[in-house]
């Protein structure tokens, strides 16, 4: 089974899953409202099924993924356009690994919590769009699935680069034509404002594969030939200006956020977490992978101005969220400051920093996600996103009030959850380079305290408000959907030593990779050796260096 | 030198014609003729099929024609670029056979929405020498007649396309670009809809076009007299001498470049554009849009990187201010614009200044790449102005932007392909005109040009912003009460558009074939 193509049969099963919906009878089919609630069932439990058999075969593939292997495994190289240099080269480390699978975990789970969001059943009222067809909301979802599980194991930049701005696409639908409130001009600002930050990554990518072609190589834009390339001080510069800014819209980093809390209250509850749940996660997985390991003289050159943007973004998103009076804002402006920690993270350049950011990407969209949906649970029953809406929830429907508080509580970092341990290998991290940086970080989480627990306070406790009085408790479906997630919460944060045993080897190498052009600080390994070993499968005996 | 063989042998030699190498142009003028015969004596009621066969068939043979020269070992065999047919007046080579192949493909597509009529009796005039509101117009409508001398027009202007970026010389050249151009303005005044318009485009493309044939003229004639010839490689061979008067060598460029640019439609050259392709009707924009370009971009290539091929260094930084503001001119002016139908043609100006950053590369890659680009923008922009002659009012088309708003509900399947086309003209990964954008970009960097590409993408993001604005009107814009239909294509139409939308998918997807034949072409340039 070596030699199973895993990471193409995970990205294609979604595509399958959507054009099989694509084939089920549409909205002009013949037949009453009884015919139509059946076909759009139908439409969601394909969904749901190719989500769920996606998810089987990523964790077929993780527990398949070698620790200590080589950096990539499951990889598979196919010419694509070799005009280009372009390969079809999909492969994971650690890292992606762990993106992936929380990718394919979230997927069922936005499956079956926006089993009706495409309706627009649960929207604020005033503000809901006519009824859209349920047939594109899942076909965009699940392409969706396969564009960010094809961003993660994309071995080749070109191909990253595809994935990465093809991704724009179904997102900008589903905030568009799903969304509520002000959805087309947040689907615009989310759209042009990736799309700047693409095309200018686009010129570092082009500028990239030219260089690859000095003294007359054949260019490429594979990723592990590309970590040796030399360029200079100047032209790394440049490159990882182009790469970096596209990733810090993305991810985003302040100043680079303001299309996030548009779009994200824009769009449907499901589509906010796979919004900050998931592509938030390329941009933070863009810089560790591609900024550090393709331009490391450059990272650092520029790490104390991204520490510096980190650490505002950390108290500003805190600070700002604090302030919001409508839910998903909110939620929103924690995500600008939990991804400022992450930024942090990576840019400490220590192993723990990196493991942490690492770590926190995937806990943050499990947390966030929870948040989201839930939140998203309560705007659907009360049709009103304002917390001043709310008040003594936790009377009428508990259930829905203890799971949103657990997923709060890991919103800021209780130890115990899952969201403590990464935080704290990033805050140490950090701390061992930057203390300043990490001193004022530790700040945002004190405001995380402020934001999640007055917005419980608010929303939750006090005496019950007539117009949600008669609020139904969570649903077996809704409880099923977010079920899964809380469980990860809490187990990740008791026993996190599975992913952290995934992620280290990763991280080490693009630590390696990122100081092979200034070896001095925080880990006296010999670069060189460690990189022929770890790409050669032999991860402890790699003194003789013996590979070229 | 020709002189002195003259003094001694005073008779005139018969021209030697390469009539195989040269067949694809001969079939398409010798159907153009026919089908002025056609029309002279064929019954009224036989002519439109008679013309269809007559012109389909002419251009499908002539491309047959094309391949059969492209794999002809006699002009190929032994390394050779390619080879000088009918006494220097044409060039027959790898480059060429790729332009005229494209040239020929989609004029077939244009002449398959040019021959709609279900939505009315024909997209043309009735009579053209009607007055507009005349009785005599009227006549004609109720009649039911329709022009359909608009098929040798397009045989004729379709020739000239493939001439045009085939000569050798600056006369050749010159005589291609008139016999392209006439019928095209006639082209331009003979919609059957908002006539005044039309007319009123057919005569600004008329005067703005006899106006570049002007500098055109000039331009040779300044060449001509730096070089004392009108052969491209003769002014190849004088200007890298360094003999004669050099003010004479650059005037010579710029005026023959001015009237290039302005067929391409390059900034501040592109005057004409909009209004002529709203004015219009819309099957021959779409012509217009791609096969003109396509051929003027030809001509360009081949004047720039064969007679001026050694000037690099001095014609690059005019052409670089002209891709800078055709870029930047053509995606900002996009924003702004409430017709449908203008919008294009502005994001078509914008396209064209990509496309220039390739052709600036004066490299193999950057022929390839605008060879490339060419041909892919080229389907998109045919299947466009496609899907814009089915969405109707009672009026003709409905090109104003607010009258599309919600038809992404109404008719999902029109509305999405449209997307997508818009999609490709963003460049969008997984469509073709990401990996033509990525082709130029790529050439234009490795010729060292970083900050024109770095204009590029600044300019691609500005001119997403007036396609995405169209798309949020289609999907996310509830529509108007009283909004236009979408009427149901007939065949032609139908597959104008689905060959548009197919290609532009499958060149996103495995753009290996299209780009290896592009690259194959380039490889050796043009022939000298």
Known sequence: MSNFPWLTVAGVVPLVGAIAIGLTPGQSAPGGPADRRARDLLVKRIALVFSVITLAITVAMAVQFKIGGPRFQFTQTYQ???????????????????????????????????????????????????????????????????????????????????????????????????????????AVKFLLYSLLGGLLMLVAVIALYVYSTSGGRPGTFLFLPLTHLVLSATVQKWLFLGFFVAFAIKAPLWPFH?????????????????????????????????????????????????????????????????????????????????????????????????????????????????????????????????????GGVQKVAPVLAGLFLIAGLAGLALPGLSTFVSEFLVLVGTFTRYEAAAILATAGIILAAIYILWMYQRTMTGPVKPEVASMPDLKARELWAVGPLIALIIVLGVYPKPIIDVINPAVRATLVDAHSANPVPPHPVNNRFVVTGLSSATSSSTQNGSNP | MTAYVGAIAPVIPTPHIEYGLLSPMLLVFGAAVAGVLVEAFAPRALRRSFHLALTLGGLAGAFVLTIAVAVDSSVFGGGAAGRIAAEGAVGVDRPTLFIQGTILVLAFVSVLLIAESSHEVSAFAA???????????????????SHTEVYPLTLFAVGGMLLFPASNDLLTMFVALEVLSLPLYLLCGLARRRRLLSQEAAMKYFLLGAFSSAFFLFGVAMLYG??????????????????????????????????????????PFQAWKPDVYQGAPTPVTALMASCTLVAAFGALLRVFYVAFGQLTWDWRPAMWAVAIVTMLGGSIIAITQTDVKRLLAYSSIAQAGYILTGVIAATTAGLSSSLFYLAAYGFATIGAFAVVTLVRNPAGEADHLSSWAGLGRRSPLVAGVFALFLIAFAGIPLTSGFIGKFAVFQAAIGGGAVPLVVVGAISSAILAFPYVRVIVLMFFSDPPADGPVVVRPSVFTTSAVAIGALATLVLGIVPEPLLRLAHDAATQLFVR
């Open chain 1, 80 to 186: 694509w356009i070799p005009q280009f240099g372009v390969h079809y080269a999909v492969g994971v480390d650690g890292i992606a690994l762990v993106l992936i699978l929380m990718t394919t975990v979230l997927m069922p789970v936005v499956v079956l919590a926006s089993w009706n969001d495409a309706e627009g059943a649960g929207n604020p009222v005033g503000s809901a769009p006519p009824r859209r067809s349920i047939k594109t909301y899942f076909i965009l979802m699940l392409v969706l699935e396969t564009m960010m599980i094809g961003v993660f194991a994309a071995t080749d930049v070109f191909l990253f680069y595809v994935f990465f701005e093809a991704m724009l696409i179904p997102m900008y639908f589903m905030i568009g034509s799903y969304g509520v409130g002000q959805r087309q001009y947040a």
């Open chain 1, 258 to 390: 303001t299309w996030l809390p548009d779009a994200a209250t824009a769009a449907q509850p499901g589509a906010a977490v796979v919004l900050v749940g998931v592509l938030d996660k390329v941009g933070t997985f863009g810089m560790i992978r591609y900024c550090l390991d393709l331009f490391p003289s450059a990272a650092h050159y520029f790490t104390p101005l991204i520490i510096a943007l980190s650490v505002i973004g950390v108290l500003y998103g805190a600070i700002v969220a604090i302030g919001q009076a409508d839910l998903k804002r909110l939620v929103a402006y924690t995500s600008v400051s939990h991804m400022g920690l992450i930024t942090l993270g990576i840019f400490a350049m220590t192993s723990q920093g990196q493991v942490g950011a690492t770590l926190y990407m995937v806990n943050h969209g499990f947390a966030t996600g929870a948040l989201f949906l839930i939140a998203g649970f309560m705007i659907s029953r009360r049709r009103s996103a304002q917390i001043a809406d709310y």
């Open chain 2, 127 to 145: 009579q053209a020498a009607a007055v507009p509101g005349s009785a005599e117009e009227r006549e004609g409508l109720v009649a039911g007649i």
């Open chain 2, 226 to 267: 730096f070089s004392g010839s009108v052969n491209l490689a003769a002014i190849a061979a004088a200007a890298s001498g360094n003999t004669g008067n050099a003010v004479l060598l650059y005037a010579g460029i710029a005026l023959l470049g001015v009237g290039l640019l302005f067929k391409i439609g390059a900034v």
